[in-house]
């Protein structure tokens, strides 16, 4: 399989995920990982933290230079968070924050755990980018609904990346 076709397949497995087909998201994305080397699969996971860092620019505007990107497990009092997603926070952090090698360091980490739980951060990787995706979704639609802002009115607020 050539990179192209890797990064389409990976899209697809996107949006069939957004949409909640959930089954055909997982056929194409065993396909994507038959078809793929560690390398490869590196680069699709980054794929996929690249999707969730346009959404979260799309939901919170572009930090400022000096500011640093931070994604909050929930609450610890609900339980501890399993690993593969807190895998999945840390790449996608370290990936907004342009931090490479904390992101090839989470991913060998990855790698090294069983075939269960390497699957369980791929999955729980592409479920934080459609969870993200499905907020930006859900934000635009109750936007459009609001009246238009008045041109010299003051900019949206809400939180923004620290």
């Known amino acids: ?85 807190t895998f999945a926070l840390r790449f996608v952090t370290a990936w907004c924050n342009r931090d490479l090698p904390t992101c090839q360091a989470l991913y060998i980490a990855a790698t090294l755990a069983s075939g269960e739980e390497y699957a369980h951060s791929v999955s729980a990787l592409i479920g934080l980018t459609v969870h993200l995706a499905r907020v930006a979704a859900e934000e635009l639609a109750a936007d459009s609904e609001k009246p238009a802002q008045h041109p010299h009115a003051a900019p949206r607020s809400g939180p923004r990346p620290r």
Do not use: Y
């Open 1 to 85: 399989m050539d990179t192209p076709r890797r990064a389409e397949l990976a899209m697809k497995v996107l949006n069939h995920a957004i949409v909640g087909d959930a089954d055909e998201a997982m056929r194409l994305m065993g396909e994507i990982a038959a078809n793929s080397d560690g390398k490869q699969m590196f680069g699709v996971c980054c794929g996929f933290a690249n999707s969730a860092q346009q959404t979260l620019v799309q939901l919170f505007g572009q930090p400022a230079q000096e500011s640093l990107w931070v994604l909050a497990a929930p609450d610890p009092a609900g339980g501890p968070t399993p690993p593969a997603h």
